[in-house]
């Protein structure tokens, strides 16, 4: 099911959050708590922005185990952001290789996903009947998370090359729609576990969605505060009291501290804008994404 972190707020180090917490991202490529299989050692990615540099965000994966790969942890121990995103693979669809790993990247887009879209091989071919020409010959690897974003990107490309925050939620919701169409068109009957986050470095979604709710969903959680600190192994987020605020997204709570972690409900999707305003919205299957004029 895979696991993974995304981060937006006051400039911190990327080690902080991989190796800092108890129950870091780290930690759980080796022995996560809350999915049945404990072990996320089919690679690793991040994806992080450097605005001074370029609106498009720096990429590092690998298909080593992330507990066991020391270049990850000199650029952790180097890198210094105010957004990325962090990503330890359990492979389910696709093979274990550099082009299946997680963050994926368009432009100034990241994209991550743990989970899995029931019925992916039936219905692949079906999915890139629906993509333009650009988005399918884009596609390097073979996982339902990079055809779910695929499917996002050519969405919200029809509104526009430079979408706003309402515009990116409706197109995340009308991806899923339209799997959820491809699904049932071709008899897939089970039910499909999607937990994914995206952001353009400005702003950032994140979805906790399950195609039957009467199954249980895959965890997803959110922390905010000033910032996130670690001392001494000791992490935790210190209230925010000024206009200082960051904002945590994570398949698994870092840490044992209770009130540091809320719980995203099931069928709802988290947005963070520019300004670091947070909203929890139900995930209704209304779309209301329209292609613009040119």
Known sequence: MCRFLAYKGRPMMMSDLLYGPKNSLIC??????????????????????????????????????????RNLKYLADKIRSDCFFAHVRAASAGEVNETNCHPFHYKKFLFMHNGDIEGFSTIKRYIRRELSDEIYEWIRGQTDSEHLFALFLDNIKSVSHNPTLPEMIEGLKKSIMQIEKVKKEHGVEGCSYINCSITDGKNMIALRYVSDVSKPASTLYYSEGARFECHNGVCHMIESKNDEHSVLIVSEKLTNIERDWKEIPVNHIISIDEGLNVSVLPFDGEVELEKKAC
């Open 28 to 69: 759980q490529s080796i022995s996560a708590r809350e999915m049945e299989e404990p072990l996320n050692g089919d690679g690793f990615g991040i994806g992080w922005y450097a605005k001074e540099l370029s609106e498009k965000p720096g990429l590092f994966t690998s298909i080593r185990p992330a507990w066991n790969d």
